[in-house]
T-cell receptor, first 112, second 114 residues
Framework: SQQGEEDPQALSIQEGENATMNCSYK?????LQWYRQNSGRGLVHLIL?????REKHSGRLRVTLDTSKKSSSLLITASRAADTASYFC????????????FGKGTTLSVSS | GAGVSQSPSNKVTEKGKDVELRCDPI?????LYWYRQSLGQGLEFLIY????????KSGLPSDRFSAERTGGSVSTLTIQRTQQEDSAVYLC????????????FGPGTRLTVT
């Protein structure tokens, strides 16, 4: 069963705008990761936030984690057409390093 | 260095046939994962290998699915008597023990069962 649920399912924005995607999960976690997938093939790791962290930055990415609400958000600032992809959150609920449990993803479309 | 590779990239097979999908992880990565992604869906965990430990097979959907990992490196996912609902992209990922929890994914094998 899916652990994470992203919303919105789809997001369309203009270049230069910010994109915010949300993820909710059901059980306690060790860490939460965000991945990007282009064209329905391999995934690329973007950022990891540990359960004892509340916010993390990496370049144009900002991730927040609220363990009390079992939710996370991914903010992409100053979006570019190249950011067009599907974005997934993933958790390793059972034990850190074991299999990830993915949500269904948010499809982001950035138009120029 | 080379990333995770998978072969074939695409496979079309007839219902009832067996298929084998191959994954070559990044050299030195002791953990290897198989996931399945059906159209428009998230990734579904299938099986996880970690070093010489017994694999975690808890995600395999039926006994038609099996996987092995030889010599702690290459892995093969076998689907016997394929069904149309097996059509999906099968993704392999590897991870280096003790180097964080990031998984490195291969490009996947798109399986179509006709």
């Amino acid at each position: 069963s899916q652990q994470g649920e992203e919303d919105p399912q789809a997001l369309s924005i203009q270049e230069g705008e910010n994109a915010t995607m949300n993820c909710s999960y059901k059980t306690s976690i060790n860490n939460l990761q965000w991945y990007r997938q282009n064209s329905g093939r391999g995934l690329v790791h973007l950022i990891l936030i540990r359960s004892n962290e509340r916010e993390k930055h990496s370049g144009r990415l900002r991730v927040t984690l609220d363990t009390s609400k079992k939710s996370s958000s991914l903010l992409i600032t100053a979006s570019r057409a190249a950011d067009t992809a599907s974005y997934f959150c993933a958790t390793d609920a059972r034990q850190a390093g074991t299999a990830l449990i993915f949500g269904k993803g948010t499809t982001l479309s950035v138009s120029s | 260095g080379a990333g995770v590779s998978q072969s074939p990239s695409n496979k079309v097979t007839e219902k009832g046939k067996d298929v084998e999908l191959r994954c070559d992880p990044i050299s030195g990565h002791t953990a290897l994962y198989w996931y399945r992604q059906s159209l428009g869906q998230g990734l579904e965990f299938l099986i996880y290998f970690q070093g010489n430990s017994a694999p975690d097979k808890s995600g395999l959907p039926s006994d038609r699915f099996s996987a092995e990992r030889t010599g702690g490196s290459v892995s093969t996912l076998t689907i016997q008597r394929t069904q149309q609902e097996d059509s999906a992209v099968y993704l392999c990922a590897s991870r280096k023990q003790g180097a964080g929890y990031e998984q490195y994914f291969g490009p996947g094998t798109r399986l179509t069962v006709t």
